[in-house]
C-alpha cells in the first residue's frame, strides 16, 4: 500500500484562503481611506486616484479569486490521485485522466489536469506543483528543467502515469 504522497505545493494554503483575505483588506481599506475627507474638508489629493484605482483595484481582485478558487491540493495515492477542494476530497483513478498540461510562460506555472468525466464539479482541476528547489533536494530536476520554458517534471511523471495506466486498461478489455 503506497502512502500519500502530495505533488502540489505547501503555499497552496497561502494562495488559496491568506492571499485573497489580505489583498480584500486592503482594498478594503484603500476605498475607505481614500475615499474620506480631511479635517479641513478639502478633498484629498487622492480623489482622483481613487477614481482610477477602484475599477483597477476590483478587476485585480476578481483576477486574485478566479485563481484561488480554481486552485486544489493533489497527492498521489494508490491507482490515482486525491483531489481536495475545500470542503471534500475525491479520489481519481488515472485511467479517467485525459492529460497533463502547464502553461509555460505565465508566471504561477499552474498545472491543468484535464479529466473524461467531472472531479468535484469540473472536468479541469488546477493545482500549484511543489517548488522546483524540493526536486532538486531529491535528485529529480535535470540543469534544463531549472529554467520557465521546460514544463515541470510532475507535468511529464502525470503523462506517463497516466499512458501506463490507459495500455494497463487496453490489456484487460482486449
Known amino acids: 500500500m503506497m502512502k500519500e504522497k502530495r505533488i502540489s505545493s505547501r503555499t497552496t494554503f497561502m494562495m488559496k484562503y491568506v492571499d485573497p483575505a489580505v489583498f480584500i483588506g486592503f482594498m478594503v481599506w484603500f476605498l475607505l481611506a481614500g475615499g474620506c475627507d480631511n479635517p479641513d474638508h478639502v478633498h484629498p489629493p487622492s480623489s482622483r486616484l481613487l477614481f482610477v484605482m477602484s475599477p483597477l483595484l476590483l478587476i485585480a481582485g476578481f483576477m486574485i479569486l478566479n485563481d ?16 481536495s477542494g475545500a470542503f471534500r476530497s475525491e479520489v481519481i483513478p488515472l485511467d479517467s485522466i485525459v492529460s497533463a498540461s502547464q502553461r509555460r510562460w505565465h508566471k504561477d506555472r499552474r498545472v491543468k489536469l484535464t479529466l473524461k468525466s467531472p472531479c468535484l464539479g469540473k472536468k479541469k482541476i488546477y493545482f500549484m506543483p511543489s517548488t522546483l528547489a524540493r526536486l532538486e533536494a531529491e535528485g529529480r530536476l535535470s540543469f534544463w528543467q531549472r529554467f520557465k520554458w521546460h514544463p515541470h517534471p510532475i507535468v511529464d511523471e502525470l503523462n506517463q502515469m497516466v499512458k501506463e495506466a490507459g495500455e494497463t486498461e487496453e490489456e484487460e478489455l482486449g
Open 68 to 83: 484561488a478558487i480554481t486552485v486544489k491540493t493533489v497527492s498521489m495515492v494508490d491507482g490515482g490521485l486525491l483531489v
